[in-house]
């Protein structure tokens, strides 16, 4: 099959753009019990046990009560067993699941074609970026805060939540109250982007001043949902959001061209979630010419993720066991419950006649480094994997400037990041969706209440710019991997079916996707 018949395979129907990648954003936590139950005496608290009447408008802003908490109306959970509940079959991604899974299991079985495939040249067209502000390493001047603004109302809103934000940062509580009582006034979870945003950033807010962060983040994650819910919320994340999807598909297009000639492959994967990342390139693998290469497969996933997925590693090693019989190729399975910074050489079981494959999915970002801990788990992990010796090591990071960044700057970068990220949801969910207002509470609002409310070893949503993991992995001993260009190519067609808004840049080897000109995701292979 040659480069055109495979873009137009399964491909005609252009709103409909299924993919079939599922895996969750990891869970870190400092401690492996059950989170404790927290009241706050703020009415405004993401926990209050208030209550309003059902009767609202998705026009309306918000009242007092919290978004977050989840006796209030608008915190509506799904309800349904499988991974997309019958009741929630939105057309972007029910009618041509299969075909894009056939599309993608084509691509990777050309990549293990025994002959180099004629590659694409990439794409000339390098789209332009505008550096926002937000990645400077300074805090914003008072004059940021008080210049003039266009009153479009998006802009208002953005003012005030950074003059909130100011306000807390300089101590001037009284200030900072009135103005919470103003912006909730302005913002709301069935709104436009930014107001969405806005909601969820003001509780942030909220729980810093009360230093109630960790505990919200804490109930978030692990109160609810839980199990088959979670799963259900985090699937229509990914079917919604292709930067988050293809960036698993240019890892995995790395990794197939990687092992093209081996016979045996060892697999780590340090965040597995439900190991369905791997399920297009082991069909792939088993259709190989000459027969199918021996596979092993390490799946790390922390105690509190296995937790809230209900069976956990052992649902993954029956999934992947079911392919084994089903495509007839040999695979073995062992899945490790412990957190990525405790793994050791010793609990991998490497051998020299494998060809060894690492892959770091939205993962790394959670492990603690030099600012956090004198210890460095973050640098100590790269530094450990690279001792393995692996053929190439894939990681998919969002790319964003929140680890040690000056809390004013990170507030506005927060601000920024998700508007953009709310904004592209609005394409394929509509605002007063049920889905939407889950997905982003279950899966997006507990990340910025922990970046905005949390500091020190609490913090643990500490994203990195991709040049700041380049030397980070560098001094590792690593070196870029290019990322294969036909993978890419299909890509940035593939985008262009949900959106022209969405973003291709292949820089130095890695590849950024991202909306209009800001960048979301980064995907990159090193060795």
């Known amino acids: 099959m040659d480069y055109q018949q495979l873009l137009n395979h399964g491909l005609s129907n252009q709103s409909s753009l299924p993919y079939n990648f599922s895996p969750t954003i ?42 977050l908490e989840s006796n209030s109306p608008q915190f509506v959970p799904l309800t349904g067993s499988g991974f997309i509940p019958p009741q929630i079959q939105p ?34 067209r390098d789209v332009k970026r505008v550096r926002i502000q937000t990645t400077i390493q300074n805090p914003l001047p008072v004059s940021y805060i008080n210049r003039p603004i266009k009153q479009e109302p998006q802009n208002i809103v953005k003012h005030m939540l950074i003059k909130c934000a100011e306000s807390l940062n300089e101590g001037n509580i009284d200030e900072f109250r009135v103005l919470e009582q103003d912006v909730r006034k302005l913002v709301s979870i069935t709104g436009e982007p930014v107001r969405r945003v806005g909601a969820y950033l003001l509780e942030g807010l909220v729980a810093r001043y009360e230093k109630s962060g960790t505990n919200i983040y804490r109930a978030l994650k692990c109160k609810e949902p839980e199990s088959n819910e979670l799963l259900s ?63 092993r497969i390490t799946g790390i996933d922390d105690p509190v993720s296995e937790f809230a997925r209900g069976d956990g590693l ?49 993962l790394l970002h959670h492990t603690p480094d030099e600012s956090v801990d004198l210890e460095n788990p973050r640098d100590g ?74 500091e020190g070893k609490e913090r643990v949503e500490r994203h990195e710019l991709l040049g700041k993991w380049r030397s980070r992995l560098s001094m590792a001993g690593f070196k870029p991997y290019p990322l294969s260009s036909y993978v890419n190519s299909v890509i940035r067609k593939l985008l ?23 960048n979301l995701i980064s995907a990159s292979a090193w060795h």
């Open 314 to 362: 052992q649902s993954v090693g029956k999934m992947l066991g079911e392919m084994s019989k089903k495509f007839n190729i040999p695979l073995e399975f062992n899945g490790l419950s412990v957190y990525a910074s405790q793994v050791s050489k010793e609990m991998l079981d490497v051998r020299e006649n494998e060809a060894l494959v690492v892959n770091f999915s939205l």
């Open 26 to 67: 990891p869970i870190y936590s400092t401690s492996n019990s059950a989170p404790k139950s927290f009241h706050s005496n703020s009415s405004y608290s993401p926990l209050s046990s208030e209550t309003l009447s059902n009767n609202y408008s998705p026009n309306e802003p918000t009242s007092s009560l919290s978004p």
């Open 496 to 518: 262009g079916f949900y959106s022209e808004k969405y973003t291709l840049v292949e820089r130095d080897g890695a590849l950024l996707l991202g909306w209009k000109n800001r």
């Open 233 to 295: 919320y985090m699937r229509i994340l990914y079917d919604i959001c292709p930067y988050l999807k293809f960036g698993y598909m240019a890892a995995n297009g790395a990794i197939a061209e990687s092992v093209r000639a081996e016979n045996r492959i060892h697999i780590i994967d340090f965040q597995i979630a439900q190991g369905t990342q791997w399920v297009t390139l082991i069909q792939a693998l088993a259709a190989r010419p000459g027969g199918p290469p021996c596979v």
């Open 381 to 454: 992990l790269l530094r450990m994997v690279r001792g393995l010796n692996p053929k190439v090591m894939t990681i998919v990071e969002q790319e964003s400037n929140t680890n040690t960044t000056p809390f004013l700057t990170r507030f506005v970068e927060t601000l920024d990041y998700y508007s953009a990220m709310f904004e592209s949801i609005d394409v394929t969910l509509p605002r007063d969706k049920r889905e939407r207002i889950n997905v982003e509470q279950h899966c997006l609002a507990r990340d910025i209440v922990n970046i905005i409310a949390c």
């Open 91 to 124: 057309d972007f991604y029910s009618h041509s699941r299969q075909n894009m899974h056939q599309t993608l299991q084509q691509i990777e079985t050309v990549l293990m074609a025994p002959d180099p495939f004629g590659e694409t040249e990439p794409d000339s």
